[in-house]
């Protein structure tokens, strides 16, 4: 007991040490969260399509800071406004800003933070988002193909194309997403009129206008409707029998069946294989007619040919039924790459943004339609699409008072081949 | 049974203690977490019009890279017009518009225009006060500033007593005007008297910078550092790529600004691709 006691104690005791280590470990981390974070480098929108190198992009060290900060001072000298007056200038409280953190391109100097390159933690690039001109992706709402082809859900920014597979399948690739730096500013103005000197001395006199106290508003009547209400009732039948005629319907088929004539033969005009079902009646014929199945052999039954590619036969030997099965190449992939001309645009540029598509899966392609739904302030320049294979070129208006474009390509897309469309916008 | 009393107390003792510790961490961690929660770096959210300088002041509070960053601006006016800056208590360096200036956030920039076409000898001396930065990627600061545009609509109003407000704010891409904009001819909404701008322009985009012109003139023994609002530090920006001081006397040639680049060689046929060559 009494080393339990001593044990107890002393367990005791450095619990009480480890609670005043973590209280005293509050303070600390307080300070470093309050801190304030630090610019991140990110990467640029050139690099989004692919991962950035670290050789980009370095973080430096902070004895770094300070020679970046003179060779920037050297390459861009700053300095501080003078003073045309006599007097002495005042010391300003404020500190030229330093961007300590950011370092691109084999450690060339940034002047400033841009938005390309730097970040605060947390936030999705490209930063700030009302900073920058995206065209490209499917955005928030998610498109899809209706029964009629309309594509639906279907926002502005969104490039996607479409197509089908062997199988009749409908798929829907969207783009990347390209982003300019195209800042665009406007204006909220009040204009307000401006009384210098305005007093009021003192009221000359009151103005109470005497209302009358009511009103009274007599009107005959006119038109009476049916003043006098029923006295009594002669009698009323309700309807006791209907009669209901229905005539028929001639029920016949237009759709004659072809290629199909005679119905099933003798030797398979059994139920098992006009609906699946064995009835036991007719098992000894259905023997009867495996045992002459079973006498085929690999080499002298019939072969499978699909598409121009072999079968194989996954059939056992004692089996009737023979599956031929044909490994169909179902992988449809279709790459839709959007880039653009430039990085930066100013109001009245002019941009470049051309899609290539390449069939990358592992069967050709049909009724691909490259659909770009043109951001509000791209305006496409009429006549300049262009596309490296046979398309129908369309254009409509869209939700953002810009263009749709829609390549409707004519031909599949065989697997390995690809194309691209070219179409020039001006940034509004 | 005593010693199976011992092992259990053994095996608990430090636990219960860590978690203790762990308990109290936790419960800290959230109630800083929740205290110093900071609003979202996008709009700010502000009761009405406030005096020149609280609303950048306000802005500052609120964190982020903005102390002694110089955000470029860009002012504009009819041909003729010339504007001289606030520095050091007195007007200086008066130039021809458009000029380019670096100017320090939550600051209050006065500016006295002259040369106001079909106002001979008449005078306006708006200020400016930017709220807001951009972040333009590294060294295309200047080329990407913030137009403030004194346009001769305004500056009459101005000389007719009228006090004008002009919130510039930076577009949503999503909620732009569907219009192609000029150079020099930028979109506007207007309000009435019992609007804020600051307000309006909050909801329709980010605001970045309040031109406000009217009313006040200066006193007649010339202006004091109230109406100057300090005389705050500035930068100026020349063609050549270069930042520099105020120059004393004359001012310098500002029409050998780099046009944007435009494209001048013709497009390249796309050639049809064929094959899978390009895999």
Redesign the interface.
Known sequence: MTR?AE??QS??C??RA??AT??AC?PV??CS??S?PS?QPIP?AATELQPPSEATLIRRSVPDKVARAEKRQRD??????????D?E?QK?Q????V?VE?V?DAGAP?????????A?PG?ACP????????DGGDSEIQVNVGRDRELQGLE?EDTVAVYETVDGETKIEPSNRVCL?A????????????V?SEQTDQPIGVERPVVPEGYQDDQLATTAIQPEQPVGEIGRKLLNIERVGEYAISAETLQPIAAFEGGFSPHEDFLIMRTGVIRESERAQVAEAVDAAITWTHDLAMQVMLDGKEAVSISGEQKAQATFRIDVPNHPCLRVIKVA????A?????V?FTIRF?N?GDQAIDKVVLVDNL???L?YVAGSA????PADFSVEENQ???LLLKWEFKDPLP??????V?F?C?V? | MTMVR?LR??TK??A???G???L??LV??GL?ASL?AEPP??HFNHAG?MIPGAIGSQRLER?G?L????QPVEISAPQGTIIATA????F??PQAAPMKLGL?IGMVYRLRVTGIPHNPGMEVFPTIEVIDR????????F??P??I?LTQE?LE?ALD??????????????S????????GE????????G?S??D??DI???P?AILRM??RVPDAGGPDDAFMYGS?????WRSKA???????GPSFEVSDMPA????TAP?R????????S??
Do not use: N
């Open positions: 339990h044990w107890s367990r005791s450095s619990g480890l609670i973590l209280l509050i981390v307080a969260c309050r304030v610019m640029s861009y000298p700053v300095v501080q406004a003078a003073y045309a007056s007097a200038p300003p404020w500190q030229p800003h961007p950011c691109a940034l002047p400033m933070c841009g938005g390309s390159h730097c605060p936030l930063w700030p988002r009302d900073e920058y001109l995206c502005l730096y800042p665009r500013f406007a204006a909220v103005r009040q204009v307000r009129g401006v210098q001309s430039t990085k930066v100013k109001p009245g540029d002019i470049d390449d990358l951001t509000t302030r305006e262009q596309s490296s294979r953002g008072e810009s697997v390995g081949h690809g194309g691209l070219r020039h001006r509004r | 011992k107390s053994r003792g430090p219960r203690v860590a203790s510790g762990m109290v961490l800290w961690v800083a110093s770096p996008v019009v964190g890279p102390p002694g960053y110089f520095e050091g208590g007195q200086v360096s320090l951009l972040y333009p990627p590294c060294g295309m600061e080329t990407f913030i137009p545009e305004e109003m007593g009228k006090f004008v407000t002009r919130v510039i704010y930076l577009e949503q891409p999503e732009s005007i569907p219009a192609a904009q000029q150079p930028q979109s506007y909404f207007e309000v009435g008297e609007e701008p600051i309006m322009a329709l985009g980010r970045m009217g009313a705050p530090a500035l930068l100026r270069t930042w520099y001081g105020t120059p004393e944007a680049p435009r494209r497009l046929r796309v050639p049809i691709f064929r094959g899978a390009s895999r």
